[in-house]
């Protein structure tokens, strides 16, 4: 009686931890498309990506009205 | 390596929708679907403040994760785009995404559901750069022509930023410092007005 109850118990446990398992949840296999071309394989920057990287960063800069206008308050 | 990124500041926003129009002007986007749009709270009221939304290129983009024919893709400079050719029009990124970024054209009598659109950050798409193909696509790729998105460009008033995550925060650094604000330019009573108290907000505890 004594090994019917311990194997019930040990049954019953196994069914309640399954619930703890962790389920897998990996993404997508990934990108299923097309291969974009870089931004800087245009024939503006021929592939020059540092090239690229400074323009982007002097074109933002221009939106720092700090820079463009002078602050007499400073 | 370069991290592209938006970024609206609240303070300067003017509502002028110069942003909205300069996006749908620069990728003929037609009509019913806003890739950007201006969100406006207390409108109307004491401490009304609006900004600019579209596509924030998440770095962990919900979108990727639940499409199921895997359309998405990030570039190397951090930015979510997608194959029109792969879309299937299901709307799942649509319910994933917490700023309603991507639209779906609609037509006909039964509200028929195309593929979807949304912001590129005008780099275009999986097609040749500057190509005819992508434009009708994807729209303008401005990237690829040393140009940073046409919304941020065009802003008037300079409240919509976009460019490299590092130059961003040192524009903006620039500007809250001589705004002369402190700690007050953060939180609630910044975003929604009234107090900053954290009793008097909405289920707050005194």
């Known amino acids: 009686m004594n090994k019917l109850t311990a194997s019930a118990a040990a049954f019953v446990a196994a069914v309640a931890f399954a619930g703890c398992t962790e389920v897998a949840q990996e993404p997508g296999k990934g990108y299923a498309g097309k291969e974009d071309a870089k931004p800087y394989a245009s024939d503006e920057f021929k592939g020059d990506k540092a090239k690229w990287e400074s323009a982007l960063a002097m074109r933002s800069q221009r939106m720092n009205d700090y820079n463009r206008v002078p602050n007499e308050k400073k | ?206």
Request: aromatic fraction near 8%.
């Open chain 2, 1 to 206: 390596m370069a991290r592209m990124k938006f970024i609206c500041d609240a303070e300067r926003c003017i509502e002028c929708n110069g942003c909205v129009t300069a996006c749908k002007n620069e990728h003929e986007v037609p009509w019913g679907v806003n890739r950007r749009r201006l969100v406006t709270v207390n409108d109307g009221k004491e401490g009304e403040r609006s900004i600019s939304v579209a596509c924030m290129h998440c770095t962990d983009a919900p979108c990727m994760a639940v499409c199921p024919v895997d359309c998405f893709y990030k570039t190397d400079e951090g930015i979510v785009l997608h194959d029109k050719d792969l879309c299937i029009g299901c709307g799942y990124c649509y319910y994933a995404c917490p700023f309603g970024a991507p639209q779906f054209p609609q037509a006909g009598a039964f509200g028929l559901r195309g593929k979807m659109d949304k912001c590129t950050y005008c780099s275009g798409g999986p097609e040749e750069n500057g190509s005819a193909e992508e434009f009708r696509k994807y729209g303008r790729n401005r990237l690829a022509e040393g140009k940073l998105p046409a919304c941020a460009e065009m802003c008037s008033t300079k409240a919509l930023l976009a460019g490299d995550a590092e130059v961003l925060t040192t524009i903006y650094k620039t500007r809250v410092v001589t705004r002369g604000k402190g700690d007050e330019i953060w939180g609630w009573a910044m975003a929604y007005g009234g107090s900053g108290m954290l009793a008097d907000q909405p289920g707050g505890k005194a």
